[in-house]
Nanobody
Framework: QVQLVESGGGLVQAGGSLRLSCAAS????????MGWYRQAPGKQRELVAV???????NYANSVKGRFTISRDNAKNTVYLQMNSLKPEDTAVYYC????????????????WGQGTQVTVSS
C-alpha cells in the first residue's frame, strides 16, 4: 500500500507565499517522476510542475519564475514553493508520483495525493 499525503495549503493574500509538501509512504521500492497538478472550479486539471528522479524540471508557463519544485529522496517527499501568488492560482493542488513497489519492483504506477486547497485573495 502506497499513500501520498499533502500539506501546506491555505488562504493567502495576492503576492504572498505558500510551501506545499507531499510525502510518499508504504512499500516503496523506487520513485521516478514526482509532480504537482492543480484543478480550479470548472476547469480541467493541469500540470503545474514535474521533477524527474534525475532532477530534470518542467513548469507550466503560468508559474515559471514564481514556483519552484524540489524533492528530498531520503524523505520520499516533493515540495512546491509558491511565491508571488495570484488569485488565478486558486485551485486544489494534487501531488503525483510514479512509484514501483517492493512487491512489483519493475512496474511503475501513478499515485495521487488527496489534494490541498490553495486560495489566493485579491
Amino acid at each position: 500500500q502506497v499513500q501520498l499525503v499533502e500539506s501546506g495549503g491555505g488562504l493567502v493574500q495576492a503576492g504572498g507565499s505558500l510551501r506545499l509538501s507531499c510525502a510518499a509512504s508504504g512499500s516503496i521500492f523506487r520513485i521516478n517522476n514526482m509532480g504537482w497538478y492543480r484543478q480550479a472550479p470548472g476547469k480541467q486539471r493541469e500540470l503545474v510542475a514535474v521533477i524527474t528522479s534525475g532532477g530534470s524540471i518542467n513548469y507550466a508557463n503560468s508559474v515559471k519564475g514564481r514556483f519552484t519544485i524540489s524533492r528530498d529522496n531520503a524523505k520520499n517527499t516533493v515540495y512546491l514553493q509558491m511565491n508571488s501568488l495570484k488569485p488565478e492560482d486558486t485551485a486544489v493542488y494534487y501531488c503525483n508520483a510514479a512509484i514501483s513497489t517492493i512487491q512489483a519492483m519493475g512496474v511503475m504506477s501513478a499515485y495521487w495525493g488527496q489534494g490541498t486547497q490553495v486560495t489566493v485573495s485579491s
